[in-house]
């Protein structure tokens, strides 16, 4: 990815729309209602934002965001969470426990993990996503060549933490329980001073809009991750597209690969390939069938 290209991938997870989005250009209004207006609309578009990234979409200072934040609270129009904005409420981010999720779809993820593998090579610097197929992709890095690993997923850390021929980076934060993942300011800042070569992406869901996930803190800690990464792999079974998140992480334009079943529909297929992903279909049922006569 060169420089234009990563500076439009940024651009596009801080929710820029419109002839500024297109030239890079921070979005700027002549009057302050209309920038409040156009900031409920990427609220709602992202689900949940930051005051940091507010602040660059708008051109603004952080403090004009929080007083645009603050009148639009009053008025009963977005919710003022700590450290941003939300336009969701407090049980619409609550998401479902890492435990429940693990076991849906077990033999999906773990022939989807299987697959991304084969996208893994030696010597280079990885991140590993918060998700259950991306701790089953942990889980099968052999012990053999040498690998560098960064990730906030509690799981990922524990399941390498045997492994001899990896290096985990782990990011710090505040672990929350139901993600098993770590995340929060300091996580972001420890990711902004890194250079990632592959990002293995997981989501809670997926639709023409791109990748979703349940919560505010888990969406911040995977923009963070698209930005500084090369190459981005979503790991994805195809039941995510008929699955519902509420906070939007990023645009198919953000993802490079993406790694599902052959359960994907020919009419979401056309989308994505329009939308210039590539992707690796694995035949599931005759995964399964092989697994059934071993």
Partial sequence: MD???EQQ????LGGLVGSGAESGEELRYTTANARRERLVAVTEEQGYCTTAELSRI????EMTVRRDVAKLVAEGRLRGVHGGVSSLG??????????????????AKNALAARALELSADDTVIA?????TVALFAEQIPATGRLRVVTASLPVITALSANRAVEVVSLGGVLHPETLSFAGPSTVRDIEDLQVETL????????????????DFDALTKRALIAVSHHVVLLADSSKFAARAMVKVCGWDAID?????????????????????????????ATVADQATA
Avoid: M, W
Avoid at 200 to 215: Q, V
């Fill in 257 to 285: 690969t993406l790694i599902t079943d052959d359960g994907l529909d020919r009419e979401t297929e056309s989308y994505l390939v329009d939308s210039g992903v590539k992707i690796i279909k694995v035949p599931l049922q």
């Fill in 9 to 12: 991938r940024i651009i596009t």
């Fill in 90 to 107: 407090s049980q619409d981010l609550q998401g479902s426990q890492f435990n429940v999720r693990l076991v849906s779809h077990g033999d």
């Fill in 128 to 132: 590993l996503d918060a998700g259950t």
């Fill in 200 to 215: 293995f992406l997981a989501a809670s869901s997926l639709s023409e809009r791109g990748a979703f996930c349940a919560n």
């Fill in 58 to 61: 708008f051109g603004v200072s």
């Fill in 3 to 5: 420089a234009t290209e």
